[in-house]
Nanobody
Framework: QVQLVESGGGSVQAGGSLKLSCAASGFTSRSACMGWFRQAPGQERERVARIAIDGTTNYADSVKGRFTISQDNAKKTLYLQMNSLKPEDTAVYYC???????????????WGQGTQVTVSS
């Protein structure tokens, strides 16, 4: 059974940094894509960043230049380095996994349970 477990969330002041991790387990092949989504209260879930099997990355405009997505394939761990955090980055952050190559523009196949990030001004 595929499991995604996030860690690294917390509270930080504006301008600070956090690094989220997502440990994946329960599958033997490499993922097609992995990514991070976030959902703030009263808002829809939005994709923050995504990394494909070939290493290609994609970021939401709101986080470009501040967030960096990376992965350790050997450890099946996904990371999100978040710098220059802003109060509007406050949300629950979810790790996501796509299994089928070529389908990464569709909703992910698996989700983590989420980790809270709170940025105070």
């Amino acid at each position: 059974q595929v499991q995604l477990v996030e860690s690294g969330g917390g509270s930080v002041q504006a301008g600070g940094s956090l690094k989220l991790s997502c440990a994946a387990s329960g599958f033997t092949s490499r993922s097609a894509c992995m990514g991070w989504f976030r959902q703030a209260p009263g808002q829809e879930r939005e994709r923050v960043a995504r990394i494909a099997i070939d290493g290609t990355t994609n970021y939401a405009d709101s986080v470009k230049g501040r967030f960096t997505i990376s992965q350790d394939n050997a450890k099946k761990t996904l990371y999100l380095q978040m710098n220059s955090l802003k109060p509007e980055d406050t949300a629950v952050y979810y790790c996501a996994l796509w299994i089928i190559v070529g389908y990464c523009s569709l909703p992910p196949a698996y989700w983590g349970q989420g980790t809270q990030v709170t940025v105070s001004s």
